[in-house]
């Protein structure tokens, strides 16, 4: 991925500044070095504290609590500020924001994390958000929707009519209270993950891993005969190919959710490289004159990103209610065949 | 890289968050929310249905009314036509009774007249006889006396007697 940005950059230089003289670079060994893919790399990852933003040699940031587990040493909580800057302390430290004991024995790393504070913040967020919505109903009945309560309406209707009806069909009740937080979640914290200052937590294969994984078992536990029937004895398959057949569909159940997690992962990092890379550019070149064309690229991307949010809120919920619906369908008849594609769907992939 | 290591501790907090935050939002805020939409879903359809209904209620109510008033309209010339039947048949009748009437009262006069007229003229007759015979008993006692006498007294009985 560095080198895909360094050519990225390259390209990006030769062609749109291929006038500018790049004097820039004898002045910049004189000072600390500017690293774009460390900066990048440290953005878009997790880190045992919350830096805002620096001033000169001012940094302010919040220190998280750390939280380990080493087997034999037991639980050790403190504030991540001990480790700051590198240090150590009860045997632990911070190598590239990876926590790890001073004699190499394992660490068990539970800390509350900027990702894990962000998850909280955005927890709370959505309780706060969505218990008012229901408060709204439940003040007003069958009345017509007012303030909040009227912009999460139609998003929620959406959600049950296009998503769940049609993917799962009759049985579409039961799942969802787990497709609309699926959907809220990502498109909140992917929107949080936007703001400056905000953790990149949708970006994050750990929590993308996490939500593929409740769908995966969702999937599972929800499964009726047919769904198997369809893998262990395909219709329409002659028995000689069933050998090859089996296989393949098996592969396809743990495919499914593995591309959940790949395509959420990688869209939202994507978009936060590349905006990072925009913004880098100023640093790269050391020259205001660039700020303002790489604000604009910066702006556009930051922009699109909004959009790419609620779609991969989308693309991920309504994957979701495929992979269910291709679980619990009755008749395996092709004109109701919506969910239990192949896992890779192209045509969403952003 | 590092950014494709899946760490532990927020696989951790992300089940153990998200699982919360599913379970809560579930009871407090799907729930609610899902059942309302249901609610208010079920309402305007009932309402839109109901609305429907009444409709055709009222088509078939008036549709009903015009009915009846059309029944009314043949049953009111029915019964008009009867009524004219009826009175004209009445009348012809009361005029027959009345004819019926008149010529059985005439004949019962006309029999009344014939037999006052016959007991009249048997009276007549009867008296006339009487007097003859009174006028003949005189005569024959005068006889006897004298005969200007007899002649007188037939005059005289003669005078006396009045035919009516």
């Known amino acids: 991925m560095k080198r895909l940005l360094l050519a990225l950059f390259c390209f990006l230089s030769f062609s749109t500044f291929a006038n500018e003289p790049t004097a820039t670079t004898a002045e910049a060994t004189d000072t600390e070095e500017f690293n774009p893919g460390e900066m990048i790399l440290h953005h878009i990852g997790d880190s045992h504290e919350w830096h805002w933003f620096s001033l000169g040699n001012d940094h302010y940031t919040t220190y998280l609590p750390v939280i380990a587990f080493r087997p034999g040493h037991g639980l050790s909580t403190f504030s991540s500020h ?230 991969q809120a989308y693309i991920f919920t309504l994957l979701t209610a495929m992979y269910i619906g291709g679980a619990v369908e009755e008749h395996h008849d092709a004109d109701y065949q919506m969910g239990g594609g192949d896992g890779a769907e192209p045509a969403h992939a952003h | 890289m590092n950014i494709v290591t899946p760490e532990l501790g927020l696989i951790f907090w992300q089940v153990v968050i998200f699982g919360i935050v599913l379970l809560l939002l579930r009871s407090f805020a799907w729930k609610p929310i899902l059942s309302s939409l249901k609610e208010r879903e079920s309402s305007i359809e009932g309402a839109l249905r109901m609305a429907d209904q009444a409709k055709l209620e009222m088509q078939e109510l008036k549709a009903g009314n015009e009915k009846l008033l059309a029944e009314a309209r043949l049953e009111r010339d029915r019964i008009m036509k009867e009524a004219t039947a009826m009175s004209s048949q009445l009348i012809e009748q009361a005029k027959d009774k009345a ?66």
């Open chain 2, 99 to 164: 004819n019926e009437e008149g010529t059985r009262l005439i004949t019962q006069a006309r029999e009344a007249i014939q037999n006052e007229k016959n007991a009249a003229l048997a009276e007549v007759k009867n008296t006339a006889a009487q007097l003859s015979i009174d006028i003949a008993e005189r005569i024959l006692r005068r006889e006897l006396t004298d005969q200007s006498a007899q002649q007188q007294l037939v005059d005289s009985y003669l005078k006396e007697v009045k035919l009516n």
């Open chain 1, 82 to 311: 001990q480790l700051a800057e590198g240090k150590v302390y009860d045997g632990l430290k911070l190598e590239h924001e990876h926590l790890v004991s001073e004699d190499g024995s394992k660490v068990y790393d539970f800390s509350i994390t900027k990702n894990v504070m962000s998850l909280m913040l955005s927890a709370a967020l959505l309780l706060l958000v969505f218990t008012a919505v229901a408060r709204g109903y439940a003040k007003r009945g069958t009345g017509a929707p007012r303030g909040i309560q009227s912009f999460f309406e139609p998003i929620i209707i959406f959600v049950r009519d296009e998503v769940a009806k049609k993917s799962i069909g009759p049985k579409y009740e039961r799942y969802m209270p787990y497709l609309l937080t699926v959907f809220f979640f990502i498109w909140f914290n992917n929107l949080m993950g936007l703001m400056p200052g905000g953790a990149n937590l949708t970006g994050n294969i750990a929590v993308t891993l996490t939500l593929a994984l409740i769908t995966l078992l969702i999937t599972l536990f929800s499964s009726n005969k047919n769904y198997w029937h369809h893998i262990f004895a395909t219709p329409g398959v002659p028995k000689a190919l069933l050998p090859i057949m089996i296989p393949v569909e098996l592969i396809g159940i743990v495919v499914k959710p593995f591309s959940l997690m790949v395509r959420l992962f990688a869209n939202i990092t994507a978009g936060h490289i590349v905006t990072l890379s925009f913004i880098s550019l100023i640093f790269i070149f050391r020259n205001i004159g660039v700020a303002p064309v790489s604000l604009a690229f910066g702006l556009f991307i930051n922009v699109l990103e909004l959009l790419v949010a609620i779609l």
